[in-house]
Structure formats: C-alpha cells, structure tokens
C-alpha cells in the first residue's frame, strides 16, 4: 500500500468506481473532491476480529444422554420383580 495521497472527483466516483477503487486498494485512503474542493473521504474498512466459537463437545452430550448403567443389585432386584420372586 502506498503512503501518498490521492484524488478522485465525484464525477469520477460516478462513472469509474473501479479506478477509484484501485486507487483506494494501493494508497489506502481516496479524497474525494467536489468541485475541486476536497469533501470526502473514502478509506477501506478495517475486518472485524472473527470470533471463534468453540466446537460442540460431542463425546460429553453422548454421555450426559446415556442412561446410567444399573448396578449389581438394582439388576438382581430387576430380575427378582420380574420373575415374581418378590
């Protein structure tokens, strides 16, 4: 990028974006003028900082959604109620 200044009118801005464009691309900054007076000016914005959002942890919601295994005696107790041993 250029450090200079440059130039364009309003007439230029109107009917050739593309050359101001270019103009605003190498030097940065574009004074754009109206009548010869300098009026605006035109300056490529800044990106944003891309927030990263953190990737959805898979393996946990698997494990918060697993049924809880039965322990020993809640097994045997299982199988007793079924068989009618209570």
């Known amino acids: 990028m250029n450090t200079g200044t440059a130039t364009a009118s309003i007439r230029e801005l109107r009917t050739d974006f593309r050359a101001v464009k ?3 691309e190498e030097f940065g900054r574009v ?3 109206d009548n010869g ?3 605006y000016v035109m300056e490529p914005v800044a ?3 891309k927030k ?3 990737l959805p942890d898979y393996h946990a919601r698997v494990l918060r959604r697993q049924p809880r295994a039965m322990t020993r005696e809640e097994t045997q107790r299982f199988h007793e109620e079924n068989r009618g041993d209570c």
Do not use: V
């Open 22 to 24: 270019r103009k605003i």
């Open 31 to 33: 004074t754009i003028t």
């Open 52 to 54: 990263q959002t953190p």
């Open 47 to 49: 990106p944003s900082a």
């Open 37 to 39: 007076e300098p009026a």
